[in-house]
């Protein structure tokens, strides 16, 4: 055997053993003193260190382990995360917690292929999966400490306390590019990190995720546990936590969690938490401010909101009562109190509410001359008719544009039971506007819900000569026509925007789901309940098999200020 071909045998040897050692490391089979069999791992830890001996044979068998997909796909796992709603693992935290866990397969084809593998064993092979005892043995390395070749030292900014984790560089760089950065640069056994108190609580539990690929958090833990994933760019936790987040904002808890999701979402950059975290708090504020949490929100986060056409609460009363508590609870300085007084619509309040007010708010007593303009207007608003204050005055500013407000005089709300069975109706009656002038005049509504309209684009126009195919047919989609019982002149100037708020169960409370908007009927929007399904007994749109609605009709004012020459 010449040099060239012993030197091949003995590198295909070495590969031979190279792969055997991996199928050790998948089984990870204790030895006789219980310690773990480590021989793999070691091995590619030397191939990722440089060893030369080692690497040439990690680059000739095609096996890259440059991340944690490649590593589980040679342990011959599949790591994709889920959510649910306990972890099966000894995680100290999993009372009252939710989990995020890996699905993962490691599994041997009865005919000797792996799993997915294009073997010639034909078709129907049964699997063997050990993924549950390797999680276990992983995390019992972790615990034990058995083979550590780093040290984690967690230190805290002005505190003594200091966490010491002993870990293994593999894993930590699979894992995370930025923990492979640190250590490529490291001096030493030890890796000292410095993180703030609230992540160096909650630093073991995203360690152990490393390794386990499985964490239980508790609301108040979704924030730090995300800011280390953002740091370390653990991108699959990441998504992870900000899928538990935006699925969570409906959770009860002692002081509050979304106003916090949203201030950290709002730094931190992340636009798609923090646009769900104002979209939930616009569109359940009555709740909010209910709540402890609405006086710690910030002034960034009250102009927000009080600036939005789309908030659902009560009236304007209850919106400016809370601001009010706010401004006292708070202090802010005086032009931020201005702005926020300004963003009210006292043209929205009946005038004995804005007389109460100038009597015996202190507040609006101390600020009365910043909103003096906005009160001598919305008293001119409730004197005139609509019509003839459009002639004078810009009755599009949001002064004289209403909110989602949820008291009678506005809407009704509509339970409808068994939704899918048939057609429903109801009637019901709202205030002509909120003017003074028609304080009086009442509007009767017709109100028809189909859950099964088909479209006229999509309906076939004649099933025969001179017969119309019916109207409602099965793969239709629910819709809600709104009209007036009868037209008036008094409608003259008016648009009448009418809002359906669709109400879900989350978390054991119900929310508002969503917020369609329209003139007349639901398929002007086109996606009416479009994710909604009806049919399903457990759907969360669904509370004891009755769909919950509540119909906003709002008038919308046109402005007939002419030019002048």
Not at 118 to 134: E, F, K, M, R
Request: hydrophobic share 40%; proline share 5%; charged share 20%.
């Amino acid at each position: 055997m010449s040099g060239f071909q012993r030197r091949d045998h003995l590198r295909m040897l070495n590969q031979h053993r190279y792969l055997h050692g991996a199928q050790d490391l998948a089984s990870i089979v204790p030895d006789k003193t219980g310690a773990i069999t480590l021989s793999c791992l070691n091995f590619i830890a030397a191939a990722l260190r440089g060893n030369s001996s080692a690497k040439p044979l990690l680059e000739d068998s095609y096996l890259h382990i440059q991340s944690s997909q490649r590593f589980f796909a040679v342990l011959g796992a599949r790591p994709p995360l889920r959510l649910s709603p306990s972890g099966p693992y000894g995680d100290p935290d999993t009372a009252g917690g939710h989990a995020l866990n890996p699905l993962w397969r490691s599994t041997l084809k009865a005919d000797g292929t792996q799993d997915g593998d294009g073997g010639g064993g034909g078709g129907g092979g049964d699997a063997i999966s050990h993924s549950l005892t390797l999680v276990q043995r992983l995390e019992a390395l972790l615990v034990q400490g058995n083979s550590s070749d780093v040290a984690l030292r967690v230190e805290t900014p002005n505190a003594d306390e200091v966490k010491v984790i002993q870990a293994h560089s593999l894993v930590l760089c699979l894992q995370s590019p930025a923990f492979e950065e640190l250590l490529l640069s490291r001096n030493g056994s030890t890796l000292v990190l410095k993180e703030s108190s609230d992540c160096a609580a909650v630093f073991d539990k995203f360690i152990r995720y490393l390794y386990c690929g499985e964490m239980s958090l508790r609301l108040d833990q979704a924030t730090p546990l995300h800011k280390l994933a953002t740091k370390y760019r653990v991108l699959g936790l990441q998504q992870g936590i900000t899928q538990y987040m935006t699925e969570n904002l409906a959770r009860d808890s002692p002081s509050g969690h979304v106003v916090g999701w949203y201030e950290y979402a709002l730094q931190a950059g992340d636009v798609a938490l923090r646009d769900r975290c104002l979209q939930y708090l616009a569109w359940n504020l009555s709740s909010v401010l209910q709540s402890g949490e609405w006086t710690t929100i910030s002034s960034q986060l009250l102009m927000s909101l009080l600036q939005r056409s789309d908030l659902i609460l009560q009236s304007e009363m209850e919106l400016f009562a809370a601001l009010e508590a706010w401004i006292i609870q708070n202090e802010p300085d005086g032009l931020t109190a201005e702005n926020a007084l300004r963003a009210v619509r006292y043209a929205m309040m009946p005038p004995r509410e804005l007389f109460r007010l100038q009597t015996q708010s202190p507040i609006l007593a101390r600020y009365q001359e910043s909103v003096r303009d906005l009160l001598y207007m919305s008293y001119q608003f409730h004197s005139a008719s609509p019509l003839h204050m459009a002639k004078y005055f810009d009755v599009n500013c949001s002064l004289f544009v209403p909110r989602n407000y949820l008291s009678p005089v506005w809407g009704s709300p509509w339970v409808i039971n068994n939704p899918t069975r048939d057609d429903r109706s109801t009637s019901f009656q709202t205030q002509l506007g909120p003017s003074g002038h028609d304080a009086s005049k009442r509007v009767t509504w017709n109100a028809l819900f189909s859950p099964r309209w088909l479209p006229l684009s999509m309906r076939s126009m004649y099933t025969e000569t001179g017969a119309m195919q019916p109207t409602r047919v099965e793969g239709g989609r629910p819709r809600i026509i709104i009209t007036p019982a009868t037209s008036s002149a008094d409608f003259a100037g008016v648009n009448f925007q009418k809002t359906v708020l669709v109400m879900a169960q989350q978390q054991g409370k119900v929310v508002v789901k969503h917020v369609y908007n329209f003139h007349q009927s639901t398929e002007e929007n086109g996606d009416f309940l479009a994710e909604a399904d009806l049919y399903r007994r457990t759907s969360e749109y669904l509370t004891d098999s009755s769909l919950y609605l509540h119909i906003v009709v709002k008038p919308l004012y046109q402005t007939l200020i002419t030019s002048k020459n």
